[in-house]
């Protein structure tokens, strides 16, 4: 058994008209906290209750914070993230299911390495008039190849593997680079996995840790679109890495060397 003392914490949870599935994340969640932890969900001006069934809970781990207007998902990350306080910093969404001892298992793991960014597989699932049906479509670990590879990869879009922002854990060292997101930012956990790819301090781990559900409103639902965005979403993918790659130089003094 992994023993978590002193090693603590923060989740963020970003959260919107989520009182249908909010309970069953949270209670999945709090039962693998313990003393110094902390659950910080930032409700993006939701108008369905949600933020009242999260002050129900009187927990001493959660903290609520509510935006004054909505923002997106992406920037109620962000502010989620900016908040934490401790050395390990999880992402969560407002309805999947946390499968007991994942955070033991994913710290075990990450401090096992030298790594910044850890991410896992998980579980599909449907959840339909209480009838629960597992798509059993684990994502699978393709990283082959060097990696000058992967990162090519990673830069034009080919799924190396889990990349969503429920399965990842990172280090606070990681804000340094992270923070602020970028203006040009669409998707958090792609901006988070490839800082960790470029960093060299990526992790893949082939373990389900998590039930991830699939309903109408899911935020990262696959849909088809049509070529101009995917083709934007690379275009995307190449300014974050020049983005990062500056951020990482200006980090240890390079970047105002030469400039």
């Known amino acids: 058994m992994f023993n978590r003392d002193k090693i603590n914490i923060s989740i963020c949870m970003a959260t919107y008209n989520g009182t249908k599935y909010i309970k069953e994340q949270i209670n999945s969640i709090l039962p693998q906290l313990m003393n110094g932890d902390e659950l910080i969900v930032v409700d993006d001006n939701s108008t369905d209750g949600t933020a009242d069934i999260i002050r129900s809970y009187q927990s001493k781990y959660i903290k609520l914070i509510i935006n004054p207007h909505n923002i997106g998902h992406v920037r109620t990350f962000e502010k989620a993230i900016s908040q934490a306080k401790n050395d390990y910093i999880f992402l969560s969404d407002q309805d999947d299911i946390w499968i007991p001892h994942r955070v033991d298992q994913m710290l075990k793991k990450l401090k096992s390495s030298d790594c910044y960014v850890l991410a896992t597989n998980y579980t599909s699932?449907?959840?339909?008039?209480?009838?629960?049906?597992?798509?059993?479509?684990?994502?699978?670990?393709?990283?082959?190849?060097?990696?000058?590879?992967?990162?090519?990869?990673?830069?034009?879009?080919?799924?190396?593997?889990?990349?969503?922002?429920?399965?990842?854990?990172?280090?606070?060292?990681?804000?340094?680079?992270?923070?602020?997101?970028?203006?040009?930012?669409?998707?958090?956990?792609?901006?988070?996995?490839?800082?960790?790819?470029?960093?060299?301090?990526?992790?893949?781990?082939?373990?389900?840790?998590?039930?991830?559900?699939?309903?109408?409103?899911?935020?990262?639902?696959?849909?088809?679109?049509?070529?101009?965005?995917?083709?934007?979403?690379?275009?995307?993918?190449?300014?974050?890495?020049?983005?990062i790659l500056k951020r990482i130089l200006s980090e240890y003094g390079i970047w105002h060397k030469y400039h």
């Open 125 to 243: 699932f449907k959840d339909d008039d209480g009838k629960r049906t597992y798509l059993n479509r684990p994502i699978s670990n393709n990283v082959h190849g060097s990696r000058l590879l992967q990162m090519i990869k990673e830069i034009m879009g080919f799924r190396i593997n889990s990349r969503l922002g429920c399965c990842i854990v990172f280090t606070s060292t990681l804000k340094e680079i992270l923070l602020p997101f970028p203006k040009n930012v669409t998707q958090h956990d792609i901006w988070i996995c490839i800082c960790g790819t470029l960093l060299n301090k990526y992790l893949y781990f082939d373990k389900i840790t998590l039930l991830h559900r699939i309903h109408d409103n899911n935020v990262s639902a696959k849909r088809t679109r049509p070529l101009y965005k995917v083709l934007l979403n690379r275009l995307n993918r190449v300014i974050y890495c020049l983005i």
